[in-house]
């Protein structure tokens, strides 16, 4: 069996079927570092990334012991909502606990971290500097890859009983498949138009700050969205995220980045960023689109073959559901394992698994996205009309009712679908409204908690064991 790409995604995908493989591969067109740093291949890799309390405990039940290596490592466990601030469309949040979390750490230490696991626990052959330029076979099974091997610009051909394709934005499996005579595959785009700028900052030991701060856009002014994000992770250090949409880039110059800050909704983000010392230099980053490739709709998927990942659904990085969603597919798939028999059908049953990892944040991303000016996608339909008043009701109770900031959280958290965690309180709050007018002045928050991972209280819907049930 063969995996392509050794990211996020791909690493994951390997511990999920590592026990089933007798041989099992992961090329890489990269050197993977010794170290956590960013890599060639990762130009994401720069921004903050948001691993959710369902993504990391995924990972743990995929590599156990890699929640534990990450906060050994610097990497930091924030309750949402009892340590993070808030600063909705219905001004800041009310700190209530939920047992979700967000973890406060750089990309690059969360795919070390993955790496190392991976590597340390299931015997698998990784090939760096391997470019794969197509796919053997035919029309009814994909039998392998062609490889070129960029140092000495060799090119083989690698055999593989499976191909997980996990190799990003960049996948070129759709182009592959035309090779065979098959497609195209149908894709969907919704792009807001939304650009990036980032920067890792110290903050003084003396200076105000804290933990972790978002300033999200109002979807509902018609105007292009602003937002910006703050975040402690390993190192001492804080990644800093700012944001907006079509006709409203963050500025890449020193000067015009603390201007955008202290321009979003509220100010905190750049009254925080005065008092800093810049670590790096600030990135740009544009590639944000939501796209989904419909590979699990596709009646013509070849058997041997499957797409996971940013290959299969990408999601604009701004709600910070990626890594999460990676995860939760790796968990899939390993639960519809099907056995030895990997024909066509039993391959389109898996990617049907692993797209519907993906419903629910497509959703999420997709629905207020299309919201902005200038975005690009199908227009909402009344469904989706309708999912977002009760998305902008939900979150105008949750800003201070305990009840809709539970399910709140569990929706943004992918804990579980809508439908089956909306609790009658948080129907009743979302109906009736806010019962209070939108806070302006940052709530004051609880303590950090430095218990080990295992000895905090799970989230209510914790992602079972994908061997069981």
Not at 67 to 93: C, K, R, V
Not at 180 to 188: E, K, L, S, Y
Not at 290 to 314: C, E, K, M
Not at 356 to 361: G, I, S, V
Request: glycine share 10%.
């Amino acid at each position: 069996m063969v995996v392509l790409g050794c990211g996020i995604a791909g690493m994951l995908a390997a511990a999920a079927i590592a026990e089933y493989a007798d041989t099992l591969t992961i090329l890489e067109r990269d050197r993977m570092p010794e170290h956590p740093t960013v890599r060639k291949g990762v130009p994401q890799g720069r921004h903050l990334h948001g691993l959710l309390s369902t993504g990391a405990r995924a990972i743990d039940t995929l590599l156990p012991g890699a929640l534990t290596s990450l906060l050994n490592h610097g990497a930091h466990h924030l309750g949402l909502a009892e340590q993070t601030l808030i600063y909705g469309p219905y001004g800041w949040m009310r700190p209530y606990p939920t047992g979700h979390f967000i973890l406060g750490a750089s990309r690059p230490l969360v795919e070390w971290t993955v790496h190392t696991h991976l590597l340390r626990q299931h015997r698998i052959q990784l090939i760096e500097g391997a470019e794969v330029v197509g796919l053997t076979g035919d029309a009814d099974r994909v039998r392998g890859v062609r490889i070129r091997h960029r140092d000495i610009r060799h090119s083989r051909q690698l055999a593989a009983d499976l191909v997980i394709d996990a190799t990003g934005r960049s996948s070129k499996t759709s182009q592959w498949l035309a090779e065979f005579g098959i497609g195209p595959v149908p894709v969907t785009v919704v792009d807001s138009g939304l650009a990036y700028a980032s920067r890792i900052v110290q903050v003084p030991a003396k200076a105000p700050t804290h933990r972790c701060v978002t300033v999200q856009a109002d979807p509902r002014d018609s105007v292009p969205g602003r937002g910006g994000f703050w975040l402690h992770i390993e190192g001492d250090q804080t990644m800093i995220t700012l944001s907006g949409t079509k006709g409203a880039h963050p500025p890449l110059d020193e000067e015009g980045f603390t201007r955008f800050a202290r321009s979003l909704r509220h100010p905190l983000i750049g009254e925080l960023l005065t008092s800093t010392r810049p670590v790096t230099h600030i990135s740009g980053f544009r590639d944000t689109a939501n796209q989904r490739r419909h590979y699990h709709r596709f009646p013509s998927l070849p058997a041997g073959l499957l797409v996971i990942g940013d290959a299969s659904t990408t999601f604009n990085p701004l709600y910070g559901q990626g890594m999460t969603v990676a995860a939760l597919s790796a968990l899939a798939l390993r639960k519809a394992w099907p056995g030895n028999h990997l024909g066509s059908a039993e391959c389109r049953q898996i990617q049907r698994a692993i797209a519907r990892t993906a419903d629910l944040p497509w959703t999420v991303c997709t629905a207020e996205d299309i919201r902005y000016p200038g975005a690009k996608g199908p227009r909402p339909s009344p469904g989706l009309r309708l999912v977002q008043r009760g998305a902008d009701r939900l979150r105008a109770a949750a800003a201070h009712d305990p009840a809709a900031a539970q399910t709140f959280f569990d929706v943004l958290s992918l804990s579980s679908p809508l439908a089956r965690v909306a609790r009658p309180a948080a129907i009743w709050a979302a109906l009736h409204g806010p019962r209070q007018p939108p806070s302006h002045s940052p709530p004051p928050l609880g303590p950090v908690n430095h218990l080990h991972p295992h000895h905090t209280a799970p989230a209510r819907n914790d992602p079972p064991d994908s061997r069981s049930g």
